[in-house]
């Protein structure tokens, strides 16, 4: 059984109504698609086509997934599965209102910055087991552009405070030898 699969059939243990469903042809997907292309000045414009989101459950991915390779699929699980279970310890309400709202919905959204933070401790954590330290270091820039770009409504407009917290989290990873 190949990495994603035995990670798809662990998260759908433990959240049983999960799926995997495309992004194409969706309405709500286009309408958030459009919602944030509008919002972010055009700063979000591939919602669509390259980010994978996690919404009331269920994995919404863009064509992307299919030419995935099964190692990026399950890294891409890993980081989502943070993200279900926040949904779970949360509720969709408030967690709808943390990764919205605090502090500002844009350019500065502490409560989003939050709760990506710790998804993106995960993607660290599994591509340094999957691919080796050098690829975990190597995601530090698209990382910071991230967090500092319109990509998530430049949620966290500090690129030094985000390079400490990545240096933190490269440096909690478990020594290899």
């Keep these: 059984m190949s990495l994603h699969a035995a990670l798809l059939d662990e998260i759908r243990a433990e959240f049983p109504s999960f799926e995997v469903l495309p992004k194409r042809g969706s309405r709500l997907q286009r309408a958030v698609h459009h919602l944030l292309f ?3 000045f055009g700063g ?3 919602y669509l086509t390259r980010y994978h989101t996690v919404m009331f ?3 919404w991915v863009p064509d992307a997934w299919d030419d995935m390779s099964d190692r990026d699929r399950y890294v891409l699980l890993r980081h989502e599965r943070v993200h279900l ?4 310890r949360m509720g969709d309400v408030a967690m709808g209102f943390v990764y919205l709202v605090p502090i500002l ?3 500065l959204a502490w409560g989003r910055a939050r709760i ?3 998804a993106y401790v995960e993607t660290i954590r599994a591509t340094d087991e999957v691919y080796g330290r050098a690829a975990a270091l190597g995601l530090r820039a698209e990382i910071v552009r991230r967090f500092t770009s319109g990509d998530y409504g430049w949620m966290w407009p500090f690129p030094r405070a ?3 917290w990545f240096d933190a989290c490269v440096g909690d ?3 290899r030898t």
Aim: aromatic share 4%; no cysteine.
């Design 38 to 40: 509008a919002v972010t």
């Design 44 to 46: 979000q414009r591939v």
């Design 57 to 59: 459950g269920k994995l």
């Design 85 to 88: 279970r926040q949904r779970a």
């Design 105 to 107: 919905p844009l350019g």
């Design 116 to 118: 990506e933070w710790e």
């Design 162 to 164: 985000v390079n400490r």
């Design 173 to 175: 990873l478990p020594r």
